[in-house]
């Protein structure tokens, strides 16, 4: 009977290692998939965390581009705007000079001569006012382009 049972144990530990090594091969090939899973999992993040990474680089691009833009665009509005000041300046420089002028002639006329002067000092006067005017309007449609500009 010993015989039997030794055959019996030796068969039953046979059986045992078969069933293992069929579950050993068949745990290692399920985790070959799931690692090869894995990987091709990693490899589409990858893709599309590039991607996102060029898009919002070129989003980036995009806003610099046009923070320059509206950068040029108030250095020009700047630079108009100091030359309409310094025309102003300018022409009212020349009318408080000619107003000076007309004084000292005005002082050293006779009545008729003051009337006239001071006709032409009121004339100078709505002159420079136009002058103001006008510089008033185009700064407005300056600011209007400006904010037609930024809006649009």
Excluded: C, P, W
Excluded at 50 to 70: C, P, S, Y
């Amino acid at each position: 009977m010993s015989a039997r049972i030794n055959i019996g144990l030796t068969l039953g530990v046979v059986i045992i290692m078969l069933v293992s090594s069929v579950l050993t091969i068949t745990y290692i090939q399920e985790t070959k998939k799931i690692v090869q899973e894995t990987k091709n999992i990693m490899q589409q993040n990858a893709k599309i965390g590039t991607a996102q990474r060029l898009q919002t680089l070129d989003t980036l691009g995009d806003v610099l581009k046009l923070q320059l833009a509206n950068e040029e665009q108030l250095k020009q509005n700047l630079t108009s705007h100091r030359v309409i000041a310094n025309l102003t300046y300018d022409k009212i420089f020349q009318v408080q000079n000619d107003t000076q002028k007309l004084i000292k002639a005005l002082n050293n006329t006779n009545e008729d001569g003051r009337a006239k002067a001071v006709e032409t000092l009121h004339s100078d006067h709505q002159m420079m006012l136009d002058l103001v005017k006008q510089n008033n309007d185009i700064l407005n449609r300056l600011r209007n382009h400006t904010v037609n500009d930024t809006n649009g």
